[in-house]
T-cell receptor, first 113, second 114 residues
Framework: GNSVTQMEGPVTLSEEAFLTINCTYT??????LFWYVQYPGEGLQLLLK?????DKGSNKGFEATYRKETTSFHLEKGSVQVSDSAVYFC????????????FGTGTKLQVIP | DADVTQTPRNRITKTGKRIMLECSQT?????MYWYRQDPGLGLRLIYY???????NKGEISDGYSVSRQAQAKFSLSLESAIPNQTALYFC?????????????FGPGTRLLVL
């Protein structure tokens, strides 16, 4: 079956530091890949996505590239802010008729001033 | 107003009680989902519905039931709550379409079963 593996958190960074959150996946076929973010007390919301190999998703300064050869979709940001403190979920959606989404366990990011 | 709303936001109940969690959406989406979130386990799918007449079990449906009263409403019931159903529950929606679609989440219901 499909699976998503994320680096365990929490990750604590100082403001303006570089962020990488690793994500690797196992899937049959060619899934779409997503990063969702969950701010404290809220539901998940889409941060960015990529639908095919070598695509780069980007939003709010965050980027992730769909790497089929390494089955990875690592999240990066060049300079984090306190407002980026949240839980980040990597996810994949397979290409079958039913849009089943498999989520990783989430990585908590804390950015300190 | 939020596109996906959940009620209640917090609930404390006792073992053996029947409770219902409700979800409403104004996005006009056909597909609706119920997930639970547990620390260290991420989100797991309980039930999903493609439309009012189509309801399907997810990976952890035991102990739960659902009702799709209308396109906009999808309720989750715990027939006889037990402590290991203590979790954060999310409703989500998506449009009819392919694997690249985004899911839109409600704010969640935090449930504590004593």
């Amino acid at each position: 079956g499909n699976s998503v593996t994320q680096m365990e958190g929490p990750v604590t960074l100082s403001e303006e530091a570089f962020l990488t959150i690793n994500c690797t996946y196992t899937a049959t076929g060619y899934p779409s890949l997503f990063w969702y973010v969950q701010y404290p007390g809220e539901g998940l919301q889409l941060l960015l996505k990529a639908t095919k190999a070598d695509d780069k998703g980007s939003n709010k300064g965050f980027e992730a590239t769909y790497r089929k050869e390494t089955t990875s979709f690592h999240l990066e940001k060049g300079s984090v802010q306190v407002s980026d403190s949240a839980v980040y979920f990597c996810a994949l959606s397979d290409q079958g008729g039913y849009q089943k989404v498999t989520f990783g366990t989430g990585t908590k990011l804390q950015v300190i001033p | 107003d939020a596109d996906v709303t959940q009620t209640p936001r917090n609930r404390i109940t006792k073992t053996g009680k029947r409770i219902m969690l409700e979800c409403s959406q104004t996005k006009g989406h056909d597909r609706m989902y119920w997930y639970r979130q547990d620390p260290g386990l991420g989100l797991r799918l309980i039930y999903y519905s493609f439309d009012v007449k189509d309801i399907n079990k997810g990976e952890i449906s035991d102990g739960y039931s659902v009702s799709r009263q209308a396109q906009a409403k999808f309720s989750l019931s715990l027939e006889s709550a037990i402590p290991n159903q203590t979790a954060l529950y999310f409703c989500a929606t998506s449009e009819t379409g392919g694997a690249q679609e985004t899911q839109y989440f409600g704010p969640g219901t935090r449930l504590l079963v004593l």
